[in-house]
């Protein structure tokens, strides 16, 4: 057991909060802080522009972007042809997700959609160390899921996406602070200053 210092947890990673935001929406469309978040990553020519102008029309007509994206023809919208296509093609890939889990499990909504978003392929495409370990946090959160239900199938509880994010908003081992569990701290020599631990281990030292 480990507490990260300083440093982003498990759950506050981009790549995490990137799956994460479209797990959320296809329970709650109305999620828009998870819509704005994913409408264009990965990358499908989506910008900051044509979003503001969804932001304003949405709140307008009193709904939300998501239910904006059936009436595009029918309200005045500052959006050309090229870009309404781009925008009824994610509103059909969420929608197409969303009929999908209503039969399927949190692990199976979430492969699903980690595949077809290619999301995986977008981290890769960077081609750093860095997207090595991204890659593989992704599909840590997918071993998780994958626990998550065989342990809620053992028990014959809900095993549903919806569940699952309940799950990780309320308590997550990431996160929470298991004060009674003797644990490594981790945390830069610079925090580490000062604070009196018995035992410090500086690791990955090289020369200098």
Known sequence: ?????????????????????Y?????????????????????????????????????QNKISIFDLLFQLDKLPININTGIKTKLVNFRDMIRSFQIEAQTKNAFEVADLVVKKTRLIRDIESE??????????????????????IEEQQEKDEDASLAYFLEDVALATDFDKDKEDVPRVSLMTIHLAKGLEFPYVYIVGLEEN
Do not use: C
């Open 1 to 21: 057991p480990y507490k990260i210092f300083g440093g982003l947890s498990f759950y506050q990673r981009k790549e995490i909060k990137d799956t994460l935001a």
């Open 23 to 59: 797990l959320r929406l296809l329970v709650n469309s109305n999620d828009e802080e998870a819509l704005k978040r994913v409408i264009n990553y990965p990358a499908r020519g989506i910008g900051q522009t044509t979003i503001d102008r969804l932001v304003i029309a949405a709140n």
């Open 127 to 148: 081609g750093t160390p860095e997207s090595v370990s991204r890659v593989e946090n992704v599909q840590e959160l997918m071993n998780g899921i994958k626990d998550f």
